[in-house]
């Protein structure tokens, strides 16, 4: 694949200067750029420029999404709130969640914030690794549209629903787990789709129980329901699918009942053969540390454990044994003098926003 490097700088101006012409106030842009650009410094393409213009511009312009977020407190105690998003940008109304989360935690120890009515909210890392930032454990997870088959099922019931957890280290990085409960993500199957790959067999079932590899034919079948994701340890319960089943199943009830939220197949985003808001539901814990033995003492026992971990026995053929977050940091070593990798499809959209909202004074470099 052709890719062509941006600079942060122009990218990050740029995509915030397009977040603002689309109606999106200046600190809620600012907000919704830093959750973007953020996946592209850990490597996490899916959910970077690539999805852009589809994910957040397509479904402003759609109605289905407001450019100006309604943050509502629902209700409050010291420790838990219940928030409702009225369907504004996700990625705002997760920072102001995960913030409110830890501000209680600094307070009384703990912190939980429930929202309803929200939209896509980006990579949940970003809010993990804002707890700690803060020296608190930072938990979040959010459900989706239905993606992924109960397991002995093959209809799309539950969303890829991530399960995300940020510890604070005294490495160069914390250690954050941020990854779906499904075998792979629907935006992963996107990036395969714009590069015109093949998904891996394995990941996708068909109601027949076959197993689909068109990456466009995927995307169209899991919208009508033909096609549903394997959940994380595969199909069956051979390979302990069950087990990504059921976390699937927690991030769902965390994300809906606690704030009497949408669930399932309420998360569609058509009624009557239209579309409509997604209402997701997303949560937000923090822990402080210093609740316990202190911070510092967490970040070294925390360190210390993952220092060990990539220090045992490596298996034949491998160099390196990595903990979590580990990765992610390294492409931004790499990529921080780089810039973000843009590919030809996403080069296209970019030039495409760029001319709607005569945004002349950026010119890519990918342009000739």
């Known amino acids: 694949m052709n890719y062509v490097y941006v600079d942060w700088e122009t990218m990050e101006s740029f995509v915030n200067d397009v977040f603002r012409g ?22 996490i393409e899916s959910h970077g420029v690539n999805r852009f213009k589809p994910i957040y511009l397509d479904r402003i312009k759609a109605g289905i999404q407001k450019p100006i977020t309604e943050f509502e407190l629902v209700r409050q105690t010291d420790t838990t709130a219940v928030v409702d998003g009225h369907d504004g940008m996700g990625q705002v109304v997760g920072y102001r969640s995960m913030q409110l989360a830890i501000n209680k935690a600094k307070k009384h120890g703990m912190g939980m914030v429930a929202v309803r009515n929200s939209t896509h909210y980006g990579i949940a890392g970003y809010y993990a690794s804002m707890a700690t930032e803060a020296g608190c454990i930072g938990i979040t997870g959010t459900n989706a549209r239905p993606s992924i088959a109960p397991t002995f099922g093959v209809e799309n019931m539950l969303g890829t629903n991530p399960l995300t957890f940020g510890l604070p280290t005294d490495e160069d990085f914390p250690f954050l787990l941020d990854c779906a409960t499904s075998i792979t993500q629907r935006g992963k199957i996107e990036y395969y789709a714009r590069l015109g790959k093949d998904t891996p067999a394995g ?17 169209i079948r899991l919208n009508d329901g033909s096609a549903a994701l394997a959940p994380l340890g595969g199909i069956g319960d051979e390979l302990a699918g069950y087990k990504g089943y059921g976390y699937a199943t927690v991030v769902e009830i965390l994300s809906a009942a606690l704030q009497a939220g949408n669930y399932l197949k309420m998360l569609t985003g058509i009624h009557d053969g239209k579309k409509v808001p ?7 814990i923090a822990i402080d540390t210093e609740a316990f033995m202190g911070l510092e003492s967490f970040r070294k026992t925390a360190g210390d454990i993952l220092r060990q971990l990539r220090a045992a026995q490596l298996a034949p053929g491998y160099d390196c044994i990595y903990t979590a977050g580990e990765k992610e940091h390294l492409v931004w070593l790499e990529r921080k003098d780089k810039g973000v990798p843009v590919s030809e499809g996403v080069q296209k959209e970019l030039i495409a926003v760029r001319d709607e909202l005569k945004l002349y004074q950026y010119r890519f470099p990918f342009e000739r």
């Open 22 to 43: 689309y109606g999106i106030p200046a600190e809620d842009a600012r907000i919704c750029t830093d959750v973007l650009i953020e996946s592209d410094r850990r490597g």
């Open 203 to 219: 990941m996708v079932i068909g109601r027949d129980g076959s197993a689909l590899t068109d990456s466009e034919s995927i995307l």
């Open 278 to 284: 997604y209402h997701l539901g997303h949560f937000f």
